[in-house]
């Protein structure tokens, strides 16, 4: 087992798992900024 969390020659596997949450990151963005909720951690009101 190496030191690293994923292999060198896994880049593939990285990209697509980055990829997979800036989608889903943009889809969440989207989805609050139709709804009019700024996307801070103030609370309920």
Known sequence: MS??????????????????????????GMNRERAGRPADSSGSS
């Open 3 to 28: 030191d690293m969390f994923f292999s060198p020659n896994d880049w593939q596997s990285v990209v697509f798992r980055l990829t997979i949450a800036l989608l889903i990151g943009v889809v969440i």
